[in-house]
Structures are given as structure tokens and as C-alpha cells.
């Protein structure tokens, strides 16, 4: 019986060695693995210890009310300094840290070797207010190709409960999982701010909204044409006027023709002051197809003549500057032009759009058209657009009509875009089977009226300069010309 209890205490103890051996040999690997945690963590007992509880919690209490007053007082600032570092830290560790294995063997993720498992390293993670960005680093064997699947893409997505997920490929190996924990396009954006200068203007980069990731959303008036379709009150009308509070200091500077091609007598109506006299057909024009042929004939004429004196000169790519504007041609609707205009004007408007969108590009002659109805036999112009944007739409074939085949299979998903969300979008990225989702910006009567005083004002300014070159030193103060001071 003695024998009996002393080997059974034996036991016992040598199981309990083992253990404490086990617990010391994984609070090391945590500690090398992790030396900012362990780092912390030890500060804190080593302060206890040499301070006393009650100075550790007084100062860790003033601690958090000086950060708290910070975050409400510049919580752009707390942002950078602390909410991005705090947050990240939290995220890694609680959210994905905690259940990568489970999540990753459970979504058959794991690549098995003889009796190995080897599962993806997490190498980074950057948290935004919206986002999660995982780098992730593939085992041997295992091909990106397997996370873009939609069912493995969705379960890993349900696996951390994210809201979205984005997967991209960043190098050999290694591949970037974006989770949303929180959508930024839910509420709605402000209209594009005007520059205060020409010099503040990136022709390839213009902002028209914000992207799901909380940065600006932008298009190129360069290079190529644009697209936008979408169904009744989904927000087309945002993107050219957008575009035109983005560059309203550059049609100032006549650097940017506008030309408004306004079917439905309405939408490009408030802005009359923007555009030229005959650079504008819609409301108050009779015969409206008619004037709109005649416009797009000499848009054409000009264009060519345009192309011409480049082809001279040796001139191929175009550049905005005086005396050579940017002729942006922003088309309200295109349907009644292609589909519901009679056959003899359609035709020839057809043959006219063709030209415009083949041979405008190199000239300076860039098309912003928006379309409702995205189907074959209406937007037969579709690939004449090399960048396509689509709104909310009724059903996936719109969809794919709108942006290119399989539009739905790389990710875009109008049809799903509630009518709570106008001006929610998705575009294909430049050489990517991806899509990217933004929103454009909300552009309000008063945004619009502040866009048309913006450009009188600013060229009665520049009127006033010119006349005071041209006079020669006779002084014309502002208000001869009613200028606002």
C-alpha cells in the first residue's frame, strides 16, 4: 500500500513538472515570437511590483482620459498616432491570431505533406477603421488560385465574420486578404470639393467619390472614354458632375471645353452657364435630335482637324493647355441616341460617336456617357468605352451588358445594390479580374449652383486680366465688370 501511494505521488508530481516544463516552453516561444507583447506585459508586472497597484492604476487611469480627450479634441491625429496601432494589435490578436488554425484546417486551406500539416503564415496585419489587410504567405503547394474560389472565399470570410472580403496578389507566395468589418460607403458622400488651383488637378487621377476603402475614387480624362450605367435613380449623374467641380478651375483657364448633350431636357439644365453658346443641346433646343447630329458632326470636323495638325506637327499624345482644351463631351443619356431617336438620325449619330470614341482620344475629345439601359441591342457602343462603370441594376445580365462577361463572376454585383445606396458603383480594375466598389459623390442643386458661380466669378477675374493686358495699363477695377469682391 506504502509502495502504492508513493508511486501514484510520483506520478502526480512528475506530471505536474511536465507541465510547468510545457507552460515554460511556450511562454518562451510566445515571448520570442512575440517580443512587443511579452515586452509589455512585463512592464506592467515589473511596475506593479516596484510601484504598487494603486500608482499603476492612477496613471493608467489619467492615461486613458488625456488619450480620450485627444480622440475627441483631433481624432484625425489620435488616428494616426494611436487608433491604428491599438486597433491593429486588438485585431491580430483576438480576431485572427486566436482561430487561424481552426479556421483555415476547417476551410480546407492546409497543405498535408506525409504526416505534416503545413498551414499559410500570417505575416502582417494593417487594420483601417474599415478593413482588415492580412498578409499571408502560402505553403509550398499551394496556388492562390484556391482563395479566389467563391465558396472558399465566402467560408473563410464567415470564418473571421467579415462583412467582405478582397483577395490580391502581392508577390511569389504571398497573397493579401482584406476582410470589411465595417462599410465606409454606407453613408452618404460629400460632392467633390473644387480645387483651389489648375495645379491641384491630376487629369488621370480626377476624384469623383470614395472607394470601399475609405480612399478617393477616381477616373482618368486621359487615355480613354468613359461609361456609367445604371438604373432610374441610381446616381449617374453624379460622375459628370463630379468631374466638373473637380476641373472647374481648369474650364476657368480654358484648359477644359465642356459639351453638354442633354436628352432628357434636365439634368445638365442648371448648368447652362458651364458650356459654350452651341456647345449645349437640351433644354430650349428645337429639333433636338436633329441639333444633336449637327453638334456631334462638327465635334467630328474639329477633331479631325485637331488630329491633323498633331499628325503634322508630330504630336501623339494629348496634354490640356491653352489654346488646346480638353473637349469633354458628357452625354446625359445615351439611349435616345442609339435606340429611340428616329432610324435616319440614329444612324448617322451612330457613325459620329464611333469616330469621336476611336480617334478622340489622341486629340483631346473624351466622351463621359451615362445609360440606363445597358443591353446589347441599346449600348451596342460598349467596347468602344475602355472604362465602365455600373450603379445599381436590375439583374446580373445588365450587369455583365454593362461592364464585361463574367462581370458578376470577378466580383461585381449590381444587381444586389439597394435603392437606399444611389451612387454605389462597381468597375473593373486596370488589367485585373477584380472589381473595385466605390461611391460617387452626392451632388446636391446647391453644389451645383455653387459649381456655376464658381466658374462666372472666377471668369469675370480672368476677363479683367485680359482686358487690362490688352488696354495697356487703363485701369478696370472689379466691380466695372461686377466682379464680387
Sequence with gaps: MLNFLFSAVGKFLWWIARQIARLIAWLTVQAVLHPRTTATAATVTGSVAWLGWQLVVSTSGLALVALSTWKAAHPRSFEQGVGTWARTWWHKWWIYRRQWHTAFTRCDLTVQAGSEVFIPKLKGVRSTPWWDHLMVELPVGQSPKRYEHDETADALRLA??????????????????AFMRRDPLLSIVPATAIPASVADIDWRRVPVGLNEFGQPYTVSLLGGHTACAGSTNGGKSGLGWNILRAIAPAIVAGLVRPIGIDPKLKELSQGLPLFAQGDYVGLNTPDLPEATLALLERLVAEMNEANERDGAAGERDFVPRKGRPLTLIIIDELAPLLKYWPRRIRDKI???????????????????????????????????????????LP???????????????????????????????????????????????????????ELVAYVEEAGKVVELDWIREELGGIDITAEDLGVSA
Design 160 to 177: 473571421f465574420k467579415g462583412e467582405r472580403i478582397v483577395i490580391k496578389r502581392r508577390e511569389p507566395r504571398l497573397v493579401e486578404l
Design 350 to 392: 451612330d457613325d459620329a460617336l464611333g469616330l469621336l470614341l476611336t480617334q478622340g482620344r489622341a486629340a483631346g475629345f473624351i466622351i463621359i456617357g451615362a445609360v440606363q439601359e445597358p443591353t446589347k441591342d441599346v449600348f451596342s457602343i460598349r467596347d468602344l468605352f475602355t472604362r465602365r462603370l455600373a450603379l445599381r
Design 395 to 449: 439583374t446580373e445580365s445588365h450587369t455583365e451588358a454593362a461592364l464585361i462577361e463574367k462581370a458578376v463572376d470577378f466580383g461585381a454585383a449590381c444587381h444586389e445594390i439597394p435603392e437606399s445606396l444611389p451612387g454605389v458603383l462597381y468597375s473593373l480594375q486596370d488589367g485585373a479580374k477584380s472589381t473595385v466598389r466605390a461611391r460617387l459623390g452626392y451632388v446636391t442643386a446647391e453644389d451645383i449652383d
